[in-house]
Every structure is written in structure tokens, then in C-alpha cells.
């Protein structure tokens, strides 16, 4: 953690960093940020299983008088609540003559097509079917099992996230030219955090990777040991600040993994907000118009405190601050800047890594 002098402002644990160290002067990270360890936590990540399950976007976002609409895939997609409040989704292409469901309106819990006014409740009717969805409060995931590939799961793979009573969550949506495995990696380094993102981070040491790093031994329930196979706990650990203002700063620790194959989850640890999370999904959404392909990142941060008098006005707390702005778009930006030129030179055979 920070070694700077903790300050108290009003009610909230900030730091002085007294010694702050320009951008230019902070120790270069491109060492211990080794391709090849970020390159297999990546193909760790890609061998757990998903189930087929896919983020499709906010649960906030499915309104009752229109769909929630995602392609994923190059699948048209339509999400919606029925008469009885329940979710349920299917293609959004008209079963009819193809009209474009997303443009439909819900009535009363029914998805009328604006075209010639088929009627559907969310069962099987006039050769639509629809498809496993799972909302787990904060995100709307859809099964797709001719595009996952995997043995499908009853529901999809949803990390751990503070209690909603205590949290506050926000869900950042942002589309780039890039595979999800680009987003995925570029969570996987957590080295360029105060490099790329001085704006919001500072100090940030990555002090435990070793179950990333491990060849260690697994052993499998009859206690043989399996040299060189992944554990399942992949872990990198990093102690970062977040910037709040000039040289005030909230020291956290952070540890990331990745759940399933699109999913990188940062679990503050240590800190103000312990326990926050920031999920971040990566959807195939299908190619482009030149054939590139585009993936959206659909980004939830659950943060929490555990501060008395955990009022609306109060859950704004300067972790909280930074965390949520996280939704604002700035890091994504260059994120997915950074996810496009990993793919740019993938897809051209120019990837260093
Ligand atoms: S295209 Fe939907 S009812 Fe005709
Ligand atoms: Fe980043």
C-alpha cells in the first residue's frame, strides 16, 4: 500500500502522495509486463467455460415499452419484459417478413411488430423461439449455443458482487474494431494502468502474480498431480491509487481474474470501497461492413462502502468517485484503443507478443 501520509478530509481515508513522482520518472513496468505471461492468463481465461452465455447489456436498460436490442455474433437480438414482469428474448428478426424487432414497441408485455402486427409474448409463436436469458440484477445475459460451442450451462458464470443494499452499480457500454479476446488481454495487464492512464492512476505495483506465473502442480481428486496445468485461481494482485484530486489520492489494492472467457473481474481488496467490483465483458457483436471485427465491452462497477449513514447523497465516497467514472468512458477510450491496435497487428501478423 502507499507509503504517503493518510490525511483525513471530512470523514473519508485520502492520502498525500508527498513525494509524487512525474509520469516520466515512475519505474517502467514493459519488464515485469512479460507477453508471454499476459498471453497465457489470456488462454487460461479462454479455456474456462462460459456456458454459452453472453452480456447483452444492462438489466436498467430493458424499459417496458421498448426491447433491449444487441446483434451478437451477427445475431440480431431482442430482450424484453412479458405481462408477467419476467425477461425473455429471441431473434430480432421478424418471424414474419423480417422486420427489424428492435424498432418494435412492447405493449402491456407484449413485443408488437411494427410491420404487420405480429403479436409476441415471449413463447414460441409463428416460428420464433426464443432464447435462455439470465438477469442477474445489474447485467442481461443471453445463451447462444450455436455461437458459444460449449456444453450450455443453466446460468451463466457471475462473479461475486457486493450486496445490493450496500452497492451502487453503473454500466459503461463501448464498441470497438477488436475480438474479445483483445479486451480481455488488454485487462490482463494491469502494468499499463499508471502508464497509460495517469489520469487516473498512480503507484501502482503489481505485487503478486504468481499464480499467474505458476507452473505449479495441480492435483486432481484422487490427489495425482498433473505437472504444468493451469490452477484455477489465476490472480494478479496491484497495489494502485486512485487520483481524486491534485495530490490526493485513495491507496487500494486490487486483484484481478478472469471468471470465464470474456469476463475480467477487478475486486478492490483492500481499501476504501473493499469489495467493489469492476466486471468487464467482452461481446462478439459479428464483423463490420469491411469484415473487421467488432466487439462491445459492457462494463458494470459494483461499488460498495460500508460507511455508516449509507445514504443516496453520501455513496459517492472518493473511491466510489474514481470507480464510477471508470463508467464515464475516459479509460475505455484508450482501452479499447489499445484492444484495436492489439488486433490491428494480430490480424496482420505484426503482434510482438
Ligand atoms: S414483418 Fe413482422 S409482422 Fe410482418
Ligand atoms: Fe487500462
Same mark, same amino acid.
Not at 409463428?126 to 435462455?132: D, R, S
Not at 475480438?179 to 502508464?195: F, K, Q, S, T, Y
Not at 462494463?299 to 470507480?323: I, K, N
Given at each position: 500500500?502507499?507509503?504517503?501520509?493518510?490525511?483525513?478530509?471530512?470523514?473519508?481515508?485520502?492520502?498525500?502522495?508527498? $513525494?509524487?513522482?512525474?509520469?516520466?520518472?515512475?519505474? /517502467?513496468?514493459?519488464?515485469?509486463?512479460?507477453?508471454?505471461?499476459?498471453?497465457?492468463?489470456?488462454?487460461?481465461?479462454?479455456?474456462?467455460?462460459?456456458? $454459452?452465455?453472453?452480456?447483452?447489456?444492462?438489466?436498467?436498460?430493458?424499459?417496458?415499452?421498448?426491447?433491449?436490442?444487441?446483434?451478437?455474433?451477427?445475431?440480431?437480438?431482442?430482450?424484453?419484459?412479458?405481462?408477467?414482469?419476467?425477461?425473455?428474448?429471441?431473434?430480432?428478426?421478424?418471424?414474419?417478413?423480417?422486420?427489424?424487432?428492435?424498432?418494435?414497441?412492447?405493449?402491456?408485455? #407484449?413485443?408488437?411488430?411494427?410491420?404487420?402486427?405480429?403479436?409476441?409474448?415471449?413463447?414460441?409463436?409463428?416460428?420464433?423461439?426464443?432464447?435462455?436469458?439470465?438477469?442477474?440484477?445489474?447485467? &442481461?445475459?443471453?445463451?447462444?449455443?450455436?455461437?458459444?460451442? !460449449?456444453?450450455?450451462?443453466?446460468?451463466?458464470?457471475?462473479?461475486?458482487? /457486493?450486496?445490493?443494499?450496500?452497492?451502487?452499480?453503473?454500466?459503461?457500454?463501448?464498441?470497438?474494431?477488436? !475480438?474479445?479476446?483483445? &479486451?480481455?488481454?488488454?485487462?490482463?495487464?494491469?502494468?499499463?494502468?499508471?502508464?497509460?492512464?495517469?489520469?487516473?492512476?498512480?503507484?501502482?505495483?503489481?505485487?503478486? #502474480?504468481?499464480?499467474? !506465473?505458476?507452473?505449479?502442480?495441480?492435483?486432481?481428486?484422487?490427489?495425482?498431480?498433473?505437472?504444468?496445468?493451469?490452477?484455477?485461481?489465476?490472480?494478479?494482485?496491484?497495489?494502485?491509487?486512485?487520483?481524486?484530486?491534485?495530490?490526493?489520492?485513495?491507496?487500494?489494492?486490487?486483484?484481478?481474474?478472469?471468471?470465464?472467457?470474456? @469476463?475480467?473481474?477487478?475486486?478492490?481488496?483492500?481499501?476504501?470501497?473493499?469489495?467493489?467490483?469492476?466486471? #468487464?465483458?467482452? #461481446?462478439?457483436?459479428?464483423?463490420?461492413?469491411?469484415?473487421?471485427?467488432?466487439?462491445?465491452?459492457?462494463?458494470?462497477?459494483?461499488?460498495?462502502?460500508?460507511?455508516?449513514?449509507?445514504?443516496?447523497?453520501?455513496?459517492? @465516497?472518493?473511491?466510489?468517485?474514481?470507480?464510477?467514472?471508470?463508467?464515464?468512458?475516459?479509460?475505455?477510450?484508450?482501452?479499447?484503443?489499445?484492444?484495436?491496435?492489439?488486433?490491428?497487428?494480430?490480424?496482420?501478423?505484426?503482434?510482438?507478443?
Amino acid at each position: 500500500m502507499s507509503p504517503d501520509r493518510p490525511v483525513r478530509r471530512g470523514r473519508y481515508p485520502l492520502s498525500l502522495r508527498r $513525494n509524487a513522482v512525474a509520469w516520466e520518472r515512475q519505474q /517502467p513496468t514493459w519488464r515485469e509486463a512479460r507477453p508471454a505471461v499476459i498471453a497465457r492468463a489470456l488462454k487460461r481465461a479462454q479455456a474456462r467455460p462460459s456456458g $454459452n452465455w453472453f452480456v447483452v447489456g444492462a438489466s436498467q436498460d430493458v424499459r417496458d415499452d421498448r426491447p433491449l436490442a444487441r446483434t451478437v455474433a451477427g445475431q440480431e437480438l431482442v430482450v424484453w419484459r412479458d405481462a408477467a414482469g419476467q425477461l425473455v428474448a429471441g431473434p430480432g428478426v421478424c418471424p414474419h417478413l423480417g422486420a427489424p424487432l428492435r424498432d418494435s414497441p412492447v405493449r402491456c408485455g #407484449t413485443l408488437v411488430c411494427h410491420w404487420h402486427g405480429l403479436s409476441l409474448r415471449g413463447t414460441a409463436f409463428a416460428g420464433w423461439e426464443p432464447l435462455p436469458v439470465h438477469d442477474d440484477g445489474v447485467l &442481461v445475459w443471453v445463451r447462444l449455443d450455436a455461437v458459444g460451442g !460449449e456444453t450450455p450451462l443453466e446460468a451463466p458464470v457471475v462473479p461475486v458482487r /457486493p450486496a445490493p443494499t450496500r452497492a451502487l452499480s453503473a454500466v459503461y457500454i463501448g464498441v470497438g474494431t477488436c !475480438e474479445p479476446e483483445d &479486451v480481455v488481454a488488454n485487462r490482463l495487464d494491469p502494468w499499463h494502468g499508471a502508464w497509460f492512464h495517469p489520469y487516473s492512476f498512480v503507484d501502482l505495483a503489481v505485487v503478486d #502474480t504468481a499464480a499467474v !506465473e505458476d507452473e505449479r502442480v495441480k492435483h486432481d481428486e484422487g490427489g495425482a498431480a498433473h505437472e504444468g496445468e493451469p490452477v484455477d485461481e489465476d490472480a494478479f494482485t496491484v497495489d494502485v491509487s486512485f487520483k481524486v484530486a491534485g495530490r490526493l489520492v485513495v491507496p487500494v489494492r486490487a486483484v484481478f481474474t478472469a471468471p470465464e472467457p470474456r @469476463t475480467v473481474l477487478m475486486r478492490i481488496t483492500r481499501g476504501e470501497g473493499a469489495g467493489s467490483v469492476v466486471e #468487464t465483458h467482452a #461481446t462478439p457483436l459479428g464483423p463490420d461492413e469491411h469484415g473487421r471485427p467488432r466487439t462491445a465491452v459492457i462494463e458494470a462497477v459494483v461499488a460498495a462502502s460500508d460507511r455508516p449513514g449509507f445514504s443516496v447523497a453520501r455513496r459517492m @465516497t472518493p473511491l466510489l468517485r474514481p470507480l464510477m467514472r471508470t463508467a464515464a468512458g475516459r479509460l475505455w477510450r484508450d482501452d479499447l484503443a489499445y484492444a484495436e491496435r492489439r488486433w490491428q497487428l494480430r490480424s496482420t501478423g505484426r503482434f510482438p507478443g
